[in-house]
């Protein structure tokens, strides 16, 4: 059995499933490249069958890195046809067929019997070993489906030409165990001997999902499926950062090697965060804001005198900055692009230069200036920031028993547009004169505003999500003020939205 498990990065597909997620083609292959550095294995780029949006991802990603890239298709030839087409500049490219293999799913969804699934599988896995060397089959619903299907299936499908297999547990259900012992079968009665590699795909509705999938490796699963910070649909997908920290920090045990650099892995945990809206929340292992602070007297005086006495992992071995460098009013620019790397934000000039001049405001109004403000200011350039539409005043009338009016002056260029109109509420009040100006009508699908620290001087950070024409986009903004961190939040969403849909108006004729 080879000693290596390889990783198959699938946050730009099935993570881009957790609900209101949806990144946009520039995020994609900005995302891929951290995947590439990283040193995943293969990065599931899309499904790109579904949409053109998705199509134009794949191939983005695939032109962007020399990793492997791969597309999901359903056993249905348009999908594979697109896939193979949306891979043709891959330097590694991979066909990821699948078909539900369960009686419920059979039954329920497809309104197929077993003889016609089995037939779908090898008619696609033929099809698309046309187009592409390196095919992976996937058995959806696989731990629900009765073993000797399985095993009948994984069969035919290498007979057909599928060089990985995966068993996915579509809606974690599978006990530890009873998922060791699927793999475990398959890999003796199906896989062992032949240059085949068995994959575990694990979903975590009842919160297993690392444990399943290192119980597949150590019952011969050689490739991880998996997401960064564990996105996906629904309770989402193993976390990436879980299953090689496991394997890493267990290796007494897994004795296995995987070609990562985790020294990447807190830079692409904060870019998936950022990119996706969905928070870490701090008690996630790994990654989680406390996953290395401790809180109680004797473990804090245990720590230090021997950092193993409560951790089990380096920090610096995720790339978790060690707090060497502390900002404050006198730092500069370059101060500034060094410590918001350390925190996984590569920003871009314009960028940057968006974020000091806050920072420099900030550092006025506020004493002490914490990662997490940094982290903040940062967020809120990656969300819109430095977008068309700039804020250059607002004005606010509103009280508890009228109809609160704004007038609000955006900056387009040298452009300064004003415009007023009312709300139920001030904010309310301040998004329609947004609206107004930009021409956009939007709806709000969602809005959150959070405190970044404590204390009274502590940054508001409006998160908004914005839909138009059936495009949802997200828009962050901080400040002081939690009206401007609104307005702000709204206005990055904008700008965002009208970048994607400038790229979503590419003619169609550039699909090949
Ligand atoms: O969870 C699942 O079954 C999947 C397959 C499409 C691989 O995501
Ligand atoms: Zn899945």
């Not at 599931?44 to 949409?51: K, L, R």
């Not at 090898?122 to 698309?128: D, E, G, R």
């Not at 995987?258 to 870019?271: A, G, H, Q, V």
């Not at 609160?404 to 709300?423: E, H, N, P, Q, Y």
Request: glycine residues 8%.
């Amino acid at each position: 059995m080879e000693n290596t498990v390889l990783f198959f990065d699938t946050t730009l597909r099935d993570g881009e499933q957790t609900p209101g997620v949806s990144f946009h083609l520039n995020e994609k292959v900005e995302f891929a490249r951290h995947l590439e550095a990283l040193g995943v294995d293969m990065i599931e780029a899309g499904f790109a069958g579904a949409s053109v949006g998705d199509y134009e991802a794949v191939r983005a990603v695939s032109k962007a890195v020399s990793t492997g890239v791969c597309s999901l298709a359903r056993c249905v030839e348009a999908d594979i046809v697109a896939a193979a087409k949306a891979l043709k500049r891959a330097v590694k490219p991979r066909i990821h067929v699948f078909i539900a293999t369960s009686p419920l799913h059979r039954e329920a969804k497809l309104n197929m019997t077993r003889k016609q699934v089995l037939e779908a599988a090898v008619k696609s896995i033929t099809l698309a070993k046309s187009f592409c060397e390196d095919i992976e089959f996937s058995c959806e619903d696989a731990t629900r489906t009765e073993p000797d299907f399985l095993r009948e299936i994984c069969e035919a499908a290498i007979q057909a030409g599928a060089t990985t297999l995966n068993i996915p547990d579509t809606v974690g259900y599978a006990t530890v165990d009873e998922y060791g012992e699927m793999i475990g079968d398959i890999y003796q009665n199906v896989i062992r001997g032949r240059n085949i590699v068995l994959s575990a795909h694990c979903h975590n509705d009842l919160g297993l999902a690392t444990a399943t999938t290192l119980e597949a490796v150590r019952c011969g699963a050689r490739q991880v499926e998996c997401s960064i910070n564990g996105l996906g649909e629904r309770a989402g997908n193993a976390s990436l950062e879980e299953i090689v920290m496991g394997l890493r920090t267990r290796s007494d045990i897994y004795q296995l090697k995987d070609n990562l650099n985790t020294s990447e892995i807190y830079r692409i945990s904060r870019l998936a965060a950022s990119l996706s809206g969905v928070e870490v929340p701090p008690n996630k292992a790994v990654v989680g804001a406390n996953a290395f602070v401790h809180q109680s007297g004797i473990h804090q005086h245990g720590v230090l005198r021997n950092r193993e006495t409560y951790e089990v992992m380096k920090p610096e071995d995720l790339g978790i900055p060690q707090g060497g460098m502390v900002l404050g009013k006198l730092s500069g620019r370059h101060a500034l692009r060094e410590h918001a790397m350390e925190l996984g934000f590569d920003l871009t000039d314009r960028e940057l230069n968006a974020a000091f001049e806050k920072f420099k405001e900030l550092a006025d109004r506020k004493k002490d200036i914490t990662d997490r403000d940094i982290m903040a200011l940062c967020r809120e350039q990656m969300h819109g920031a430095s977008g068309m539409y700039q804020i250059h005043s607002f004005q606010i009338f509103s009280g508890n028993r009228m109809t609160s009016t704004a007038t609000v002056s955006l900056k387009m260029g040298d452009l300064i547009v004003t415009r007023a109109d009312c709300g139920e509420g001030p904010i309310e009040a301040c998004f329609h004169a947004v609206d107004q100006i930009t021409g956009l009508h939007c709806t709000l699908e969602s809005y959150q505003l959070k405190a970044v620290t404590e204390g009274e001087d502590a940054l508001g950070e409006a998160t908004v999500r914005v839909k138009n024409k059936d495009m949802v986009m997200l828009g962050k903004g901080v400040s002081t003020d939690i009206i401007e961190a609104s307005c702000f939040g709204y206005i990055n969403a904008v700008n965002r939205l009208i970048e994607a849909q400038k790229q979503s108006d590419v003619p169609s004729s550039d699909i090949e």
